[in-house]
């Protein structure tokens, strides 16, 4: 974004080097995260005319007009640009065609060729710059994404504790506070909620303050209106469990620490619960270092241990598991089963190809699955299969059975803060290990208790 604006305020810089400003940005995030006021803030900041609409609008309106408004917003904005033009709720224009009921669709069909046609026919360098934003990705026209027309996207993500912090703040200046008010304390009471919420939690505390009569919003009056605002989250099915947190906290740790401690991973940069963000339920990103063409059987392996890793974590801690490692349990079992079938990678069934041709899927789906082997090679190759991940999950469990301090340690400041960079996690673990030949694990069930008190 910091690029849109600096292209807006300095057009020529750009131009007289060749370079073209990306064509459309998608801010891509939950509701209520500031979406439209980023894409304001950028205008603000350019100093240049903001066009707005909102995908559901079109939605609305009579065969053709919507079409006919998508071209009147094109024609405006080149006669004014430099200038921003900025479509809310993009999906309910931008859903991919072809799917739903049969019929009834044709307006937002037309509306969205339009903006297609729109989007290929115009000059970035002339200085119209595209942001739309939705909250529901996937269900976008692939279309609308390729290169060329909303190749950028920008996760906005709900904000962590430190963000929420700086977002209450902002609101807290609208209201007379009381001096003694911990605002950190009631960022940490408020995980999962987005800055319209945060605002709506400072409103609602204001209110109350007035209803007793008070000159200023106290502690008492936050704590009453977190409440409120929390019960009408949970009616929208956003329940923010602090059982869940713990088991995710430790989970994505089992990632972690299983990635840190294995030679040739790529580094952890970030780690997150942040509560129904925009990833379910939390993540932890790894940022490759370069770009790989080849993988080598033992960084393969080591992938697979990586992704077990959040499941041995949960058997560790809770002497229990949970659904969180679905997906995780998907793609360790996806690559192990292209080492056995593809890549030659397994000891009994030697260099041999197994994954059969698929040219053959579209002109005979049922056979999906089926490959030019014997039944009895389809036995071995599951056993073989399954021999991979169980050792990379002892593997995992291993690991974090030995760095059991800093992963108790690690969850306990990623559950208080919502996120850890991977730096921190590498100093805690120094900090551990210096420490190791005088305390060894004795200390961890102690931590455990006390955070499950
Ligand atoms: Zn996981």
Do not use: W
Request: glycine share 8%.
């Amino acid at each position: 974004l910091v690029e849109v604006i600096d292209f807006l305020k300095e057009p020529e810089r750009f131009t007289s080097i060749g370079g073209q400003i990306p064509r459309g940005t998608l801010l891509v995030g939950p509701p209520g995260t500031g979406k439209t006021l980023l894409a304001k803030a950028v205008a603000g900041e350019s100093k240049v005319p903001f066009f707005s609409l909102s995908g559901s609008e079109f939605v609305e309106m009579f065969v053709g007009l919507g079409a006919a408004r998508v071209r009147d917003l094109f024609k405006q904005a080149k006669e004014k640009a430099p200038c921003i033009i900025f479509i809310d709720e993009l999906d309910a224009v931008g859903k991919a065609r072809g799917f739903g009921a049969v019929g009834g669709h044709d307006e937002r069909e037309q509306t969205l060729n339009q903006l297609l046609v729109e989007l290929d026919g115009f000059d970035p360098n002339m200085g119209v710059i595209l942001i739309a934003a939705t909250n529901r990705p996937e269900i976008l026209d692939p279309a609308l994404l390729r290169p060329g027309r909303f190749d950028r996207q920008i996760l906005v993500d709900r904000p962590d504790k430190p963000g929420r912090r700086d977002i209450l703040n902002v609101h807290l200046k609208k209201i007379t506070v009381a001096k003694n008010l911990d605002v950190d304390t009631l960022a940490g009471m408020t995980p999962g909620m987005v800055g319209a919420d945060l605002a709506n939690l400072v409103n609602e505390a204001a209110l109350l303050s007035v209803r007793r009569k008070k000159v200023e919003v106290g502690m008492a009056e936050f704590e009453e209106a977190v409440e409120r605002v929390v019960a009408g989250l949970e009616k929208k099915n956003r329940l923010i469990n602090p059982v869940e947190k713990e088991i995710v906290a430790y989970h994505e740790l089992g990632h972690a620490i299983v990635a840190m401690t294995l030679p040739e991973t790529d580094p952890v940069q970030k780690i997150s619960i942040i509560p129904r963000g925009i990833a379910a339920l939390g993540y932890t990103m790894q940022v490759p270092t370069e770009d790989r063409f080849l993988m080598r059987r033992k960084e393969l392996l080591n992938r697979i241990a990586t992704l077990l890793g959040g499941r041995a974590a949960e058997e560790i801690i809770f002497d229990d598991i949970s659904t969180g490692a679905q997906n995780d349990l998907s793609r360790a079992t996806d690559i192990a089963r292209s080492m056995v079938k593809e890549y030659g990678m397994s000891g009994n069934l030697g260099q041999v190809f197994f994954a059969h041709k698929k040219q053959n899927q579209f002109l005979n789906p049922t056979q999906e699955g089926s490959g030019d082997y014997s039944a009895m090679t389809a036995h071995l190759i599951d056993k073989e299969i399954r021999q991979i991940i169980d050792e990379q999950y002892e593997r995992a469990l291993e690991i974090l059975r030995s760095k059991r301090t800093i992963l108790i340690r690690a969850a306990k400041s990623l559950m208080e803060s919502e996120t850890i960079q991977g730096e921190e996690l590498v100093a805690l673990e120094a900090a551990v290990s210096k420490h190791s030949d005088f305390s060894d694990d004795t200390d961890a069930p102690d931590d455990r208790n006390a955070l499950a008190a």
